[in-house]
Nanobody
Framework: QVQLVESGGGLVQAGGSLRLSCAAS????????MGWRRQAPGKEREFVAA????????LYANSAKGRFTISRDNAKNTVYLQIDSLKPEDTAVYYC??????????????WGQGTQVTVSS
């Protein structure tokens, strides 16, 4: 149905910024709420942020509030995650997901392969 490809990860020093991108193909992008999850080494995959179909509603995990900004450009079929003031604990694989039913994409929804974010101290 929909295919998702994340990009923009990399190795950065603490205090730096990254802008992750998730390009979608197939389906109708504007029909999906989009979100991000991350999985740090040895930890469970956790919710980071979500955005509604039109971009009018956003939701963040408590750990992401203030430093993370999710946005989308439906004309480009792309969702973004801006991360500022990166901390070593942000080190994780970041996954992009799409849901046609809920604001927060769930495990059973469509997910990309992830992009690695590594933050050095």
């Amino acid at each position: 149905q929909v295919q998702l490809v994340e990009s923009g990860g990399g190795l950065v020093q603490a205090g730096g910024s990254l802008r992750l991108s998730c390009a979608a193909s197939g389906g109708t992008f504007s029909s999906y709420a989009m979100g991000w999850r991350r999985q740090a080494p040895g930890k469970e995959r956790e919710f980071v942020a979500a955005i509604s179909r039109s971009g009018g509603t956003t939701l963040y995990a408590n750990s992401a509030k203030g430093r993370f900004t999710i946005s989308r450009d439906n004309a480009k079929n792309t969702v973004y995650l801006q991360i500022d003031s990166l901390k070593p604990e942000d080190t994780a694989v970041y996954y992009c997901g799409a849901s046609s039913k809920t604001l927060i994409p769930e495990a059973g929804d469509f997910w990309g392969q992830g992009t690695q974010v590594t933050v050095s101290s």
